[in-house]
């Protein structure tokens, strides 16, 4: 326990000097055209990525890289800890989030998030979040841009399963596009809320793609529900002993 807590200490002298740095660097992106400015925001997550594997030993692989379409398309993952939000921005396409409005609102990461095009909402909005986040990802997809959501709608730690909310499915059967569902083990090493950042190695799987015209968003979510949590646990630990 000493050593990676010692691991985690050191991480975090260089995490926030860097996520400091960038968000004053975020806000100078503002005059540059939205790509230009998440290829310029991203690199931190690239340095914390680099960070939090050369100090901790937090690496990860990916399976299934050929089921992402050649279309920009809704990514529904799986969400167990912070990793998982950085990651994503070096193992997919540029990309946007489906995000509570309030995360805008953190010093400094919230600064650099703004600056990358995110459809904010307020999800006690209900039905007027949902219309937000059509036409918002209407204009986003069309730009280019994937979007990832994340249909349990917070952080569930290891061996345990949120409600899959049908928004996200009932938004890409309402655009006709394809739904990515993606299943990880990362919470097995960087916890939610957790300082302590375990050596391993976290495995993200990219599922088949599932297209989403023409389909009931009820049974399209209870596909990606099945698929992701059988993916999940048949990952298991990234752990290791």
Not at 39 to 44: K, L, M, P, S, V
Not at 131 to 142: D, F, I, N, V, Y
Not at 169 to 185: L, T
């Amino acid at each position: 326990m000493i050593i990676p807590l010692l691991r985690s200490v050191l991480f975090e002298c260089v995490r926030f000097p860097l996520t400091v740095t960038f968000s004053f660097i975020a806000l100078l992106t503002f005059p540059f055209k939205p790509l230009t400015r998440y290829r310029i925001i991203t690199r931190w997550s690239y340095l914390i990525m680099l960070s939090v594997s050369a100090i901790c030993g937090v690496r990860y692989r990916v399976i299934g890289s050929d089921n992402l379409p050649s279309e920009p398309s809704i990514i529904l993952s799986k969400h167990q800890s912070a990793w998982e939000t950085l990651a994503y921005q070096a193992i997919f396409p540029p990309q946007v989030w489906v995000l509570k409005k309030s995360l805008l609102k953190i010093p400094f990461f919230g600064w650099g998030l703004a600056m990358m095009s995110p459809i904010a909402i307020d999800r006690s909005a209900g039905v007027r979040a949902l219309r937000q986040t059509l036409e918002q990802g209407r204009e986003r997809l069309a730009a280019g841009w994937w979007i990832v959501m994340f249909p349990e709608g917070t952080r569930i730690p290891p061996g345990q399963r949120g409600r899959y909310h049908v928004g996200g499915a009932w938004i890409a059967a309402q655009m006709g596009a394809k739904i990515v569902p993606v299943a990880h083990n990362a919470g097995t090493v960087w916890g939610r809320d957790a300082f302590i950042k375990y050596p391993g190695t976290i495995t993200v799987s990219i599922g088949p793609a599932l297209d989403a015209t023409g389909r009931k968003p009820e049974q399209l979510i209870k596909e990606v529900e099945h698929w992701v949590e059988q993916e999940v646990e048949r990952l298991g630990s990234a752990r290791h002993s």
